[in-house]
């Protein structure tokens, strides 16, 4: 199947079968995926919680209750759901850390690298800081870049998957112990199999018109 095929076949999973758990190599591969995923200027600032057992499911699932009930049998059905994460800042001892990283990595060839490297990075978090004002949101946008990565990966894997917003945030930070570490929640993606009553799995899919969508110069 190509590239093509699978995005037009790739549909967001409405029911997972219960009990059914995803092949290890599969899960390593989505996890190799998040931990590869592009960020601004290498910031990296997402984290990822994995949730794989029933116990791990269910404490994510406290934050779909109420108003996004309609989320929970997604997340205590599925095989694995991941909490994508972002950082509350992008403080010094972050940038430290990726900077340190990237020279263990070999990253840094030529005389002056890696510190024409830490300048470039720390004028963008000064710009998002001091300019325009909205570090928390240049740190979102670069978790759904993960998510958008993770979601072909996972359609590409075979592996049924979808996508949650609705989900209480707050409440998840609290469960997960995740403001104490510096972390908030941003959204949900679950994955394992679908189940025979996902409706959504026989729908056509929508888009609106390929000449409304693309502008060619």
């Known amino acids: 199947m190509n590239l093509i095929d699978v995005v037009q076949t790739r549909r967001t999973v409405k029911a997972f079968e219960p009990g059914r758990s995803l092949p290890q190599a599969s899960v390593d591969a989505l996890l190799a995926a998040l931990h590869y995923s592009p960020s601004s200027v290498n910031s990296q600032p997402s984290h990822y919680v994995v949730a794989s057992t029933p116990e791990g499911r269910a404490r994510i699932a406290k934050a779909t209750q109420g108003a996004y009930a309609y989320n929970e049998p997604k997340v205590l059905n599925a095989s694995h759901v991941i909490a994508l994460c972002m950082r509350t800042d992008m403080d010094t001892d972050h940038l430290d850390a990726v900077l340190e990283q990237e020279g263990h990595d070999g990253r840094f060839q030529i005389e002056g690298a890696k510190g024409t ?8 978090v000064d710009m998002h800081r001091y300019e325009l004002r909205d570090v928390p949101q240049w740190m979102e946008k670069q978790v759904y870049l993960a998510l958008g990565g993770l979601l072909v990966s996972a359609a590409v894997l ?21 403001r104490e570490r510096g972390l908030t929640s941003v959204v949900l993606a679950a994955f394992g199999h679908r189940s025979e009553q996902d409706f959504n799995a026989k729908l056509p899919k929508s888009r609106l018109p390929r000449e409304q969508v693309f502008t060619f110069l």
């Open 117 to 124: 490297q830490d300048k470039t990075r720390r004028s963008y």
């Open 158 to 178: 075979g592996i049924d998957a979808t996508p949650m917003e609705g989900f209480d945030s707050r409440a998840l930070d609290l469960e997960l112990g995740l």
